[in-house]
Each structure stands twice: as structure tokens, then as C-alpha cells.
């Protein structure tokens, strides 16, 4: 079965080099990880724009206000309305522009174009995804020790039992209602965010302070984890009847999956005489 070692590794080095970039702060690390992994793979790029106009000096000094931390995220992501009749609206945008002359900000909020809708589930809306990210921001102080707390898939699965704000109860994006909107995460996206967060996170620190049981018991969550579902995954099993009994092997196939598959590189592949070969 194909290692899953090759795409935690690949998640790993993003985060060292992350790591690197934030002049080896641990909290910016984390709070930069957390955007992307909040993001899933459509937002991923334009989360981590987000954390990176709006620093973490600037968010926790605002956490505990959580009418401020919606005006502030929204507003720098150019999703927030420049005017509405909507008084939950009109709050958080006279807050806004309150930080922007507060932060001289004017210049770095960010465009509506850097996120998608189109095509896009309800549930995967941006706007959610942010409202997501804000109230695990708000939930917890201290990223980095947040982060290597956990000691079991249980207790990791809790830090994303969030509560977002009530205006994203009935509603999906600015202004327009939604039938059912599903504001928490479910188990899958959850599992999801342990998967591209908590494990490579835990890994990364533990071979970075040679704390070898810490990187042992990170990648057996991987194989605590039940697998993902999407539609490679599907083909996998439903097609081609391989069986991905744990999210350890999904990861091992998803990455054999674009390594070689999607590149072509059947030739380099150890498994392209397979018989149930994806590509």
C-alpha cells in the first residue's frame, strides 16, 4: 500500500518553512497554520493572505471582543458590505473602519475576488470559513500550546467544537438566508483539520525538539482516523475495489494520486503495473 510518509513530509516542510518565515515564532507559526488549514483546499491560499494582513500582534489583542474580531477579518477580507441596512452589519462595519484608521490599513484589505463562491458548496463558502476560523481564534489563547496539547484523537477533535456568531446562523453570506446553513464543523471536516493542522504540526515540533514520542503518537492518529471522503478517494474504492480502512492510507493514495498520477510519471511509479493503477 503507498506510504503515507510522503505527503505528511510535504505538509511538514510547508510548515518549517512557514516556521522560517515568521523569524521561528511559534505563535505567528500557528496562527498562519491555522488560516490555511481553516481554508481547506479552495481557500487555503487566501486564508493565509488573511492571517497575513491582519498579524497576530492585532488579533489577540482583540479576542475577547468577538463583535471587533468579526469587523476586523470580514472587513480585510473585502467580503464585508461597504454599506447595508442590516444592523448587525452596520456594527461591524463602523468597527472596521474604525481599524483602518487605527492600523493604517487603508491599502491592505484584501480584494472579494481572492475567494470563491461559484461552483462552491454552501458549506464551503468563504464566508463560513472565516466565521470558522474566528471562533477557534477566539477559543483559544495560546496557539502553539493549543496545538500540542492533545494527546488522543478525542481530546484533538474538542479544540474544533466552535461556536460561530449568531448572524451565521440563518445565513451563509452577507445579506442572503440560507434553508440550512450548517454552521459546525461536521466529524469529516474535522477530521480533516486534524489531518492538515494538528498532525503535521505535532510532528514538525516534535522533530524539531528531537521529542520522538510526540512524532510517534502524531502519525498514529493518522491511522486512528477514519479516511476522507471525495471523489479520488471513491474511484479508489468503488472502482478500482481497493479497500482504505483508515485516513493513514487515504493519505498514502492521495499522494501516490498527484505525485504520479496527475503528472503523468507512470514510469517512475512503483506501482504503475498495478492492476487497479489510477492513472
Not at 90 to 101: A, D, G, L, S, V
Not at 170 to 189: D, I, S, T, W
Request: glycine share 4%; with cysteine; charged share 25%.
Amino acid at each position: 500500500f503507498p506510504s503515507h510518509d510522503r505527503k505528511v513530509n510535504k505538509k511538514v516542510d510547508e510548515l518549517h518553512a512557514l516556521f522560517d518565515s515568521t523569524n521561528k515564532n511559534w505563535e505567528e507559526t500557528a496562527y498562519r497554520w491555522s488560516a490555511q488549514g481553516f481554508g481547506f483546499s479552495l481557500h487555503k491560499e487566501s486564508m493565509d493572505t488573511l492571517a497575513e494582513r491582519v498579524p497576530y500582534s492585532a488579533m489577540a489583542r482583540l479576542r475577547s471582543e468577538p463583535e471587533t474580531m468579526e469587523a476586523l477579518y470580514f472587513g480585510m477580507s473585502g467580503l464585508l458590505p461597504e454599506q447595508s441596512e442590516d444592523p448587525q452589519i452596520k456594527e461591524w462595519i463602523t468597527w472596521f473602519q474604525f481599524f483602518k484608521r487605527k492600523y493604517t490599513w487603508t491599502d491592505r484589505t484584501m480584494e472579494a475576488v481572492y475567494w470563491k463562491f461559484g461552483r462552491t458548496r454552501p458549506t464551503n463558502f468563504p464566508t463560513l470559513r472565516i466565521a470558522q476560523w474566528v471562533a477557534f481564534l477566539r477559543k483559544t489563547h495560546h496557539l502553539h500550546a493549543t496545538f500540542l496539547e492533545p494527546t488522543d484523537v478525542h481530546t484533538a477533535r474538542k479544540l474544533f467544537e466552535l461556536k460561530v456568531h449568531p448572524y451565521w446562523y440563518q445565513r451563509n453570506r452577507f445579506e442572503k438566508e440560507g434553508k440550512h446553513p450548517h454552521v459546525a464543523l461536521p466529524l469529516g471536516a474535522v477530521d480533516r483539520l486534524l489531518i492538515n493542522i494538528l498532525i503535521p504540526y505535532q510532528i514538525f515540533v516534535g522533530r524539531y525538539w528531537d521529542e520522538f514520542d510526540r512524532e510517534k503518537r502524531a502519525y498514529q492518529w493518522l491511522f486512528d482516523l477514519p479516511p476522507e471522503s471525495n471523489s479520488l478517494l471513491d474511484q479508489w474504492q468503488n472502482h478500482l475495489k481497493i479497500q482504505i480502512p483508515t485516513a493513514g492510507d487515504a493519505q498514502g493514495l492521495i499522494g501516490l494520486y498527484r505525485d504520479f498520477c496527475q503528472p503523468k510519471r507512470c514510469a517512475l511509479c512503483r506501482y504503475r503495473d498495478w492492476e487497479t493503477c489510477a492513472g
